[in-house]
């Protein structure tokens, strides 16, 4: 089943031009050239997983990065697992970030309300994947 499912994560990746730098555990990072490509990429690979049996929780944020060859650091990437680990097994979950940068894409939400962020100061509002 887990190699079912690197295959299936590595082919969506592909094809949304995604790289995956890092991997913890159970989990992993991607990045993206937007955030439209990274959210239609989350509910594609949550969509895909589904039919492996598996509920995949995933959280898309944006923000500047500091790049050290493949290693990616700072407070986005920090926000993008508190938002991931938000996320209920098959939700996408979303930043308030990501919901305004990719107003005009047609992706659709539904807002989740503030939540606190372990280690982030104050609260920030989350928003769910609306999925067709």
């Known amino acids: 089943m887990l190699s079912n499912f690197y295959a299936l994560a590595d082919d969506k990746l592909h094809h949304f031009r995604g790289r995956k730098p890092d991997t913890a555990g159970d989990g992993w990072f991607a990045a993206f050239d937007s955030p439209a490509t990274a959210v239609r990429c989350g509910t594609a690979l949550v969509d895909a997983v589904e039919r492996l049996g598996v509920q995949l929780p995933v959280g898309v944020q944006t923000g500047e990065c500091e790049v050290l060859g493949e290693t990616y650091n700072g ?28 107003a005009g894409s047609g992706l659709r939400f539904e807002d989740l309300g503030l939540r606190m962020q372990k280690g982030v100061p104050d609260e920030w509002r989350l928003f769910g994947v609306a999925r067709a």
Do not use: N, Y
């Not at 996320?87 to 979950?93: F, H, K, R, S």
């Open 75 to 102: 407070i986005a990437v920090h926000l993008d697992a508190r938002v991931a680990s938000a996320a209920e097994p098959g939700q996408v979950l979303v930043s308030a970030t990501v919901k305004d940068l990719v």
